[in-house]
DNA sequence: CACAGATTCGTATCGTCGCTAACTCCTAGC
DNA sequence: GCTAGGAGTTAGCGACGATACGAATCTGTG
């Protein structure tokens, strides 16, 4: 489906450098199509629809986020590299903000799995963090609080021209969201220790698994550990 | 400009239903225009532009969440108000996900004020959590902390359709940026009163002024409480 | 009442958009 | 050489946002 076709790719980009540089965030299918030079019914055999055309886009601008992220992160502190990724997080949408929007912003259609992608590389980061006992939650929700916490300032910082406090206003939001999210580094006073350990362990098995238990047990001991750390679920 | 005009307020509610009720969140002018029985001119001439309809739309979803909010806050603990905005918030998204997101997703045009009245609401709510000492850092950016968060959880709500922990997680967000804005209910051990003495004298002047100095004195009052509240400031 | 000016609305239309049917061309395999 | 199928083009459809222009209606004055 998505073989190395630099054609594709091509339109992709031609797409991407269009929804930049329109004053709108629009992009015609006329106009893509003309900047690389073929027609219209290309798209539609490359793409199907124009909302597979954009789909490919902001699939192709996690591509670029990834990278971004694989470049920056994975050092020996987790809890250093959260807080860069958040950073980076916010000088993405910095520098490409149409593009931003199309990953970012909720459209009813679009099949792209860029979001949900981008919330997998959150989960990993903060299983390493969990692993190392910094997590105070799963890292699930953790991620969800802060990649929410994340899109919308940026979204903010996005739709304001220049109301110039924004580097302090997202490390505030920064620094609340992940207080609450993480276990204080200094002292270690957590009201449930039970709680803390079962995570741990629960992220530790994530990352490097264990040949000491069977498959079946590894994987009921996955089920007491979640109802340890989350208590009130059905 | 906006006299009371009940055919521009037709179209405005026409827009909206179909805002509403389509699946890809658009609306045709021709097919509001078509709902009122009226023809496409008169839509130019009310309101001179798509934009400037969907930015009238915009506006009437604030007048509908003002009244909400003015219907159920203002009772003698801000911080129990400021609680339930929030919670009145994430109702309001959840309850109209098409009209919010035009209201509150950045678009790149949209002259509407909505997303800037919100936040005129959110300063005076908060205003007056700090003339009740309970708030540790300015209004306004404690304004924008909260709005900001609060967006990003609503949207993020908005784009998945059920992913059943959602209360769980506005609570969360929620906590997190109030814990990180507001003083401490139960100890008042705050590392700096002064600072907080003088954000709460701010925004008593902002709630009810003074009479005991002039009108210029009180202006250059004001110019050094904000130095106090906010050091680092050219 | 008559009439001029302004206002308001409908008809018809333009240019652009997303999208598709039908045809042509080029290449691979026997 | 011939055919099958993929890849591309031309031409066009319907719907959209937006507008020019004339008809209809209202308003105020003599």
Redesign the interface.
């Given at each position: 489906m998505a073989e190395n076709d630099p054609l594709r790719a091509a339109m992709i980009e031609a797409a991407e450098r269009q929804l930049a540089s329109s004053?709108?965030?629009e992009v015609a299918t006329r106009a893509v199509c003309e900047a690389v030079g073929v027609s219209q019914p290309v798209l539609y055999r490359l793409f199907g629809d124009k909302r597979g055309l954009l789909d490919a886009v902001a699939d192709h601008g996690y591509e670029r986020y990834a990278a971004l992220k694989a470049a920056q992160e994975q050092t020996d502190d987790p809890v250093a590299d959260l807080h860069a990724g958040w950073d980076g997080h916010m000088a993405f949408a910095r520098a490409n903000p149409a593009l931003y929007?199309l990953m970012f912003?909720?459209?009813?259609?679009s099949h792209s799995t860029a979001?949900d992608r981008v919330m997998d590389l959150l989960v990993a980061a903060l299983t390493r963090c969990a692993a190392a006992g910094a997590l105070r939650?799963e890292p699930r929700?953790a991620a969800?609080?802060i990649?929410?916490?994340?899109?919308?300032?940026a979204?903010?910082h996005?739709?304001r021209p220049a109301l110039f406090?924004d580097p302090?206003?997202s490390h505030?939001?920064r620094?609340?969201?992940f207080?609450?999210?993480l276990t204080t580094t200094t002292a270690q006073n957590d009201a449930d220790p039970l709680h803390t350990a079962a995570l741990r362990l629960h992220a530790q098995l994530d990352l490097t698994g264990t040949e000491a238990l069977e498959p079946a047990e590894t994987a009921l001991l996955r089920r007491w550990l979640e109802r340890i750390t989350q208590p009130g679920r059905g």
């Open positions: 004053s709108d965030h929007q912003t909720p459209r009813p259609w979001r939650v929700t969800q609080l990649l929410a916490a994340n899109v919308g300032t979204l903010d996005i739709a406090d302090a206003l505030r939001m620094d609340a969201v207080s609450h999210v």
